[in-house]
């Protein structure tokens, strides 16, 4: 069974365009991430979701929004893509609560293009 | 604000050997330092956690210590082989109040060769 899964694996589409990535875990973790992984293989935080609610906003442009509808679930909606938008992003999730901080697990990744 | 270094970036050593990885943090307070593998294409497969409080852990042919004090952290491969080839990745959970993030390194791209 996938721990993380993302969908979809690929995405290409044009600029000015608005697109959506999925995530779920079933690990029944209470805290999920989005990564973007650029053209030079650097991992970067982009948001994190704690129960649901946003923890991190990294300096993400406001065209990507973060959507949490329950704890199994982030998904990743942007607007208006642009070229600089073409990357491999990673979901992933780990459980906090009281154990401290724990490992974190991550999705296959969406390699996204925009045209 | 942490950075992570990655020394080598790029290493290639015939199979039998063995190998360290290296891994250096900016600010040691950290609450831990996790080690991940990336083949070409593919996501992140964690490999060893090692918490704060930890000097070492260990995972078959690999092993992984941690100096907090001094921000490092080193990633030890015994016996290489060819399917050890892949990116491996160091990063390390800051002790702010930052989310529970990663902050993560370049990377050290191996190659075992035959």
């Known amino acids: 069974d996938t721990a993380v899964s993302q969908t979809p694996k690929y995405l290409v589409t044009q600029m000015g365009n608005d697109k959506s990535i999925k995530c779920e875990q079933n690990l029944g973790h209470d805290t999920m991430y989005w990564y973007k992984q650029d053209s030079k293989k650097f991992l970067k935080i982009m948001f994190s979701y704690n129960n649901k609610e946003l923890i991190i906003n990294e300096t993400v442009p406001n065209r990507f929004s973060p959507k949490s509808p329950d704890k199994a679930h982030l998904n990743l909606h942007i607007n208006s893509l642009e070229l600089g938008d073409s990357a491999v992003y990673f979901c992933a999730s780990s459980q906090v609560g009281t154990s401290g901080y724990n490992e974190q697990f991550f999705g296959p990744g969406t390699r996204l293009t925009v045209l | 604000k942490q950075e992570v270094t990655q020394i080598p970036a790029a290493l290639s050593v015939p199979e039998g050997e063995n190998l360290v990885l290296n891994c250096s943090f900016t600010d040691s307070a950290i609450y831990n330092l996790q080690w991940f593998r990336q083949d070409p294409g593919k996501g992140l497969t964690s490999l060893l956690l090692?918490?704060?409080?930890?000097r070492e852990q260990t995972s078959g042919r690999l092993n992984a210590s941690l100096d907090k004090s001094s921000g490092r952290s080193t990633l030890y491969i015994a016996a290489s082989q060819p399917g050890d080839s892949a990116t491996y990745l160091c990063?390390?959970?800051?002790?702010?109040?930052?989310?529970?993030?990663?902050?993560f390194g370049k990377g050290t791209s191996l190659l075992v060769t035959p």
């Open positions: 090692i918490q704060s409080s930890q």
């Open positions: 990063a390390v959970k800051r002790a702010s109040n930052s989310g529970y993030a990663l902050n």
